[in-house]
């Protein structure tokens, strides 16, 4: 039985001599690894069309081994803006990373779909790579149900509202400043609305939302911090993308913190 179905491309390796494994994530199939049989010698079936980021119409049948194989890709969009840039292209690649580690095989997660394919559009349209970051890391958050909580105090529920706010990635959001003990992150008033924003609006209207960049870096951090708990560790191409950036975490007490080079 064969299943066509649109999917963006999260990763791919090689297996033997001409063949190739290719981590999809479907709209309607969620993730499934295929293989896709003389992808590297094929000069018609697969060329140029396996490579990510990129999304591609997909023909899957069920074969004899363990993976089911990969008939046809039709190319549908390769994201050409985000190869022109190196820092774009790292950061792609981590969201298809952070995406890829987050989904369960055969778990349909259409929401998720629908959020990194749009993150992708923007970034490949030209749209600021650091307001889509912000975006894609807190309604990554939230669909996957983890999100963070932005108006009231994880300890006594009560709303926040005012110019101190704290916030704590392994509390998962805001503590007031009653329940403030130690160990959690200020929160600028400033940031804690644009994030509120964020959280409610859709992706086109992120560039008319005013942010200072050292805010938006300060959101990423703590953000970042609270989704990589839940998976477990770093992505790899989370230091490439900070690098790139000239950026990078440093520890000191357990404090994150950003380094700037050049500056």
């Known amino acids: 039985m064969h299943r066509i179905t649109r999917s963006l491309v999260l990763s791919g390796s090689d297996f033997g001599e001409s063949d190739r494994i290719i981590t999809l994530f479907s ?25 990510s980021p990129g999304l591609i119409r997909a023909v899957i049948r069920r074969g004899r081994g363990s993976l089911p194989l990969l008939e046809a890709a039709d ?11 190196w820092r774009s292209f790292a950061l792609a690649s981590l969201w298809l990373e952070v995406t890829e580690r987050l989904l369960k095989p ?3 997660e259409p929401e998720l779909f629908d959020l990194l394919a749009l993150v992708l ?3 490949n349209r030209g749209l600021a790579p650091e307001r889509l970051h912000l975006f894609f890391l807190l309604r990554t958050l ?6 963070p909580e932005l108006w ?5 529920q009560k709303r926040v509202e005012g110019k101190q706010a704290y916030f704590s990635p392994e509390d998962g959001g805001l503590i007031c400043l009653r329940c403030y003990q130690g160990g959690a992150h200020s929160l600028p008033w400033p940031l804690l609305k644009y994030l ?5 609006a859709s992706l086109w209207p992120i560039e008319a939302l005013n942010i200072d960049f050292r805010l938006l870096r300060h959101g990423e951090r703590l953000l970042e911090t609270m989704l990589f708990r839940i998976l477990g560790e770093r992505p790899v191409a989370f230091k490439v993308y900070k690098d ?10 357990g404090e994150p913190g950003l380094r700037r080079n050049n500056v």
């Not at 993730?31 to 590297?40: L, N, R, S």
């Not at 939230?142 to 999100?147: D, L, N, R, S, T």
């Not at 009231?152 to 006594?156: M, S």
């Open 27 to 51: 709209r309607s199939l969620g993730k499934v690894t295929v293989i896709a049989k003389g992808a590297k010698r094929s000069q018609k079936r697969f060329v140029n069309t396996l490579e």
């Open 75 to 85: 190319l549908l969009d390769p994201f050409p803006g985000i190869r022109q840039s």
């Open 106 to 108: 055969g778990l349909k």
């Open 121 to 123: 559009s923007g970034l």
């Open 142 to 147: 939230i669909v996957a149900g983890f999100g």
């Open 152 to 156: 009231g105090c994880r300890r006594c």
């Open 196 to 200: 509120r924003d964020l959280a409610r």
């Open 244 to 253: 790139l950036c000239e950026e990078e975490y440093i520890t000191s007490d």
